[in-house]
């Protein structure tokens, strides 16, 4: 297993590499990027899927039918691969001969199941992927005693939201040793990278004895209803699209994208290949020949009549039985040849092929991260990494081809899932109540949410409607790649996930980071109105409108050169900020509403839901907004040094800017959400006669902070316009607009006088400072509960809970009361470091400390989550005994958010938004440390642009910015401008 890790980079890796040994990773070349991990760990339980008449997706294909019935619009499997268009798909199973069904997919606990909503209950790690996947890895844990399945789900279905999720670790069945290992890892040759190599390494941990694992490479077509090109069921008729077997280890697969031959070898031992066909079985477990389940009901019910006599179908597997010795491993290998073949698959050429992939990963993981970082911070970045590019996914959607199917009410399975869905939906835990109709005002006091019916918080069910779920979203036809957040608890995408995955992925692939900022932005995606969606369940929840700080990143981060990118963003983005100006404005007021925003439970009631007789005025979407202006403020500051037209584009934004900074810093009694006593930003529900603020101190009053742009004076040079309204603003607006002493214009939404409160409650223990970073919700809330009079009879109450959520609001499946989220953490570092060395943080209780060294502070809080402490313990595993032991220690899970107090992991585990907290890592080194690793580089060397030019040019500003000189100041000075040079960086200096 190759050990490595994430990074501070000014360039991506594909610039800084060496161009002699092969091409860049990431860059797509004819064919390698063909194949991925564009295989979804869950399928099932999605919308996608759902064709109920009352929207309860999860019931309505549940777990318990994944293994028997088609699906609609795509497939699922264990680290599975699968081509662009996921029409040949590639995963395995496994069988302990215990459990009572064979293991294709990872097992989780639907929403109603789980007592905080959907999880899943396996063991498994990401270890290794490139940009272009030419090298792949990753681990599952399999018992080898009964898979705990029952237990798991009657376990979490008695535990209350007050209690921690049961997981697989709990049970005891991973103790002492008695599970595989069993390691996957994909590589492709670089003479033809169509050609794909796989080898599974099955090790028995246990020490003491051998145990024997049914181990089942499967390759099936899926059902492509997208394309009219459906293969044909019936075996009286040619098929299209199939598998046959050629002689007793190779199969032919034939389908419009190309012919294959995949060849299996185990040291001579050969496997039984069973085919059958990728279709319903409306027998169940009483019948059905040649059918999805043919598999499952050959190995576990002895069934040999259900596969396939002809050795044809459109599922094919191969069937080794591993007796694997105590302490032992065995190893498979298959390989897939665009070609048909009968030759025998040769054991050294594939060993060859993974020392030399894997051998090229190692050369690219080296050369990305700084030469500063440790072995420690490398491991934990290469996984993080693995991770971000194995979320990729296959999404398909079309939502007026569900429609149809809904209407026609196709299925023959109808009569057998309505019968299973009854004792289904009895099942759930006891934090995941249906509701069907709901009181308004009752949704305040009690947001309850049906976990499937939202990803951001309708109380009305979507799929009641005449029209359906996402009714007025008809022009969605999504058949991409996708980054998606986590590809079993979310395997859908999320605009404002995608904003955040972007900005890591830029620095391995950054075609790929700019295709999916324009593919979000397209016609497809965006609706006519300008609006971006939010998620499947409801397209129409407001999200925050990060995309625009998305592209501006990616633009300056992979050169500043692609101007093409920025317009084609810039010129979409003008649409969806119409947008929220025209159904987002509360009038002309400058402050917005929004609902949700992505914060599911951070308030006290339902953010989402109508409040008849008031208007909830947000502050983070009034704080969105000034930021989504400043974002479109620089693309046209940008795109003006070559175009006049974007200067005059820039004053649109600058005043819509002002209009938004000078109505969220009015105080609430005169119209605006600054608490003139508490010194923070609320949101206020505005009434006719009165206005009333939820004085909540939480991420919500922070967001406006996140609104600083710097615009250096040689911009301005050419945008005369912009120039000339800067300058009289400075007058009229001096809170606002501000001049540095080297003519740079910082716009901020927060104005100077007001900063030192924020940060005040920032840096405050008891407030938002953790020891592992800042809050999403002050923790004075622990011992001094909120409450909120929502009417003469009712009042609403929000506690601190710094872990998982302890309340039903959304389904409990995330929390916002009080735990870490990287991704807003990220973004309050990249603030406070716009306003660096210019702001001195003067009245607070840091005394003449600067925002930067703030941001410095946070930044190593964070990494102390993922590091050993004293202990040797990672606090993200909690106190998890197994993470002690050698084989677990260093595998390391990016969940989705952190106890604030403990620094244990919380939510989906594969959420790799932590990938972008990288930045101020670098800068945790002190200036010594700094000025050593300097001196060890030959600074005399080529000035060719490479990741050892990087490092250094980083160093050399960082000591600059602290006054410690290299050699003195004029030499310090002088190397950096050679640097500036060599890279073409003109904003390395200040």
């Not at 070349?29 to 919308?47: A, C, H, I, M």
């Not at 005043?655 to 006593?677: C, K, P, V, Y």
């Not at 004075?780 to 506690?799: A, H, V």
């Not at 313990?873 to 002690?884: C, K």
């Amino acid at each position: 297993m190759a050990s490595s890790t994430s990074s501070d980079f000014s360039e991506p890796a594909t610039k800084r590499r060496k161009t002699e040994k092969w091409e860049p990773l990431g860059k797509e070349t004819d064919g390698n990027k063909f194949w991925g991990p564009y295989l979804s760990e869950r399928q099932w339980g999605t919308v996608r899927e759902d064709l109920s008449s009352d929207g309860a997706c999860w019931s309505y294909f549940p777990y318990e039918a994944a293994h028997e019935r088609v699906y609609q619009s795509g497939e699922d499997g264990i680290f599975g691969i699968t081509d662009k268009q996921s029409k040949f798909c590639i995963s395995f199973a496994v069988w302990n001969g215990k459990d009572s069904h064979l293991k294709e997919r990872l097992f989780g606990l639907s929403g109603p199941q789980g007592n905080h909503g959907e999880d899943v209950k396996e063991v498994y790690y990401y270890l290794d992927n490139t940009p272009d996947h030419s090298y792949m890895k990753a681990l599952y844990r399999y018992p080898q005693t009964e898979f705990p399945y029952d237990i798991l789900l009657q376990d979490n279905k008695a535990r209350s939201c007050q209690e921690l999720e049961f997981k697989l670790i709990d049970t005891g069945v991973l103790n002492d040793g008695k599970y595989w290992n069993i390691y996957v890892e994909y590589a492709k040759s670089r003479e033809n990278p169509k050609q794909l190599w796989c080898r599974y390494t099955v090790q028995n941990v246990n020490q003491d004895d051998s145990a024997t694992l049914k181990l089942l490479p499967q390759f099936w077509f899926r059902k492509c209803t997208d394309d009219k090109q459906e293969y044909e069921n019936d075996s009286r008729k040619p098929q299209s699209s199939h598998i046959m077997q050629i002689n007793d280890h190779t199969a032919q697969v034939t389908y419009d994208l190309g012919n294959f031959s995949v060849s299996f070898d185990i040291n001579d031992q050969r496997p039984t290949l069973l085919f059958t066909d990728n279709k319903d079985d409306p027998c169940g477990e009483s019948g059905g020949h040649g059918c999805k389940d043919a598999f499952h009901k050959f190995l576990i019910l002895n069934d040999r009549a259900v596969v396939k006599s002809d050795k044809r179908g459109t599922k094919c597997g191969a069937l080794f039985e591993l007796c694997t010795p105590a302490g032992g491993s065995i190893e498979v290998y298959w390989v897939l040849s665009p070609e048909f073949s009968q030759t025998n698959l040769d054991l050294q050429a594939a060993k060859r092929i993974f020392d030399d992939r894997l051998e090229e990963a190692n050369d690219f993981y080296d050369k990305l991260f700084p030469v500063s970082w440790n072995d420690e911070q490398r491991k934990i970045a290469r996984q993080a990494y693995a991770g971000l590019l194995w979320s990729k996914q296959f999404y398909y959607y079309d939502i007026k081809q569900n429609k149809a199917l809904l209407e026609r009410k196709e299925s023959p399975l109808d009569s057998v899932i309505a019968g299973k869905r009854s004792s289904l939906e009895s099942e759930g835990a006891g934090c995941s109540q249906q509701l069907a109709h709901v009181d308004l005002l009752d949704s305040l006091a009690n947001p309850v949410h049906i976990p499937q019916e939202t990803c951001g918080g309708d109380t009305k069910n979507q799929l009641v409607e005449k029209d359906g779920r996402n009714k007025d979203w008809k022009h969605i036809h999504n058949h991409d790649i996708i980054l998606m957040p986590d590809k079993w608890e979310f395997p859908w995408y999320a605009v404002w996930d995608l904003a955040f995955h972007v900005i890591p992925i830029c620095r391995v692939d950054p075609d790929l980071a700019k295709q999916q900022l324009i593919l979000i932005l397209s016609d497809t995606y965006m609706h006519p109105s300008g609006q971006l969606p939010g998620c499947e369940f409801n397209f129409a929840d407001t999200n925050p409108p990060l995309i625009p700080w998305a592209c501006l990143h990616v633009y300056k981060k992979t050169g500043s050169s692609d101007t093409k990118f920025l317009k084609t963003c810039f010129h979409r983005l003008i649409f969806n900020f119409s947008w929220w100006i025209n159904k987002k404005e509360d009038g002309s007021s400058g402050l917005f509403t929004g609902g949700f925003m992505g914060l599911d439970n951070i308030s006290v009631l339902d953010r989402s839901a109508k409040i008849p007789g008031y208007t909830l005025l947000q502050a983070d979407a009034s704080g969105w907004m000034a930021h989504f202006s400043l974002c479109m403020l620089e693309m046209c500051v940008i795109l003006a040094q070559n175009d006049p037209v974007y200067d005059d584009l820039a004053l649109f934004f600058l005043n819509h800017f002002i209009r938004i900074a000078e109505a969220i810093n009015t105080s609430i009694e005169n119209g605006g959400l600054w608490h003139e006593d508490d010194c923070f930003y609320y949101d206020v529900l505005k009434g006719k006669t009165d206005r009333r603020p939820l004085c909540i101190r939480s991420l919500v009053g922070l967001i406006p902070v996140l609104a600083i742009s710097r615009i250096k004076h040689t911009d301005l040079m050419n945008v005369t316009s912009l120039r000339d309204k800067l300058q009289a603003l400075k007058e009229t607006y001096p809170s606002y607009v501000l001049f540095s002493d080297d003519g740079d214009v910082i716009l901020t939404q927060v104005p100077t006088e007001r900063q030192k409160y924020i940060v005040s409650y920032l840096n405050n223990p008891d407030e938002f400072l953790s020891p592992f970073g800042i809050r999403s919700l002050s923790k004075f809330y622990d011992q001094n509960p909120y409450e909120f009079q929502l009417d003469k009879e009712r009042i609403l109450s929000l506690y601190y809970a710094p872990g998982e959520s302890n309340t039903n609001m959304f389904g409990g499946n995330s929390n916002w009361r009080g735990p870490v989220w990287l991704c807003m953490n990220y973004m309050l570092m990249e603030s406070l470091e716009a306003r660096g060395k210019d702001f001195t943080i003067l009245g607070s209780n840091m005394g003449d400390e600067t925002f930067s060294k703030l941001a410095e502070d946070i930044a190593r809080r964070i990494i102390s989550i993922f590091l050993p402490d004293e202990t040797g313990r990672r606090p993200l595993h909690g106190s998890v005994s197994l993470y002690d032991l050698p084989d677990w220690k260093d595998l390391v899970l990016f969940y989705e958010y952190f106890d604030a107090d403990t620094g244990r992991g919380c939510g989906a585990r594969r959420l790799t938004l932590s990938t972008v907290i990288r930045k101020p890592s670098v800068k945790v080194l002190s200036a010594e440390h700094q000025k050593q690793v300097i001196e060890n580089i030959n600074l005399e060397g080529d000035w060719h642009i490479s990741e050892m030019v990087i490092c250094k040019c980083e160093l050399l500003v960082l000591l600059i910015r602290s006054g410690t000189w290299y050699r003195g100041k004029e030499e310090t000075l002088k190397l950096a401008i050679m640097y500036m040079g060599c890279n073409g960086d003109a904003a390395v200096m200040e």
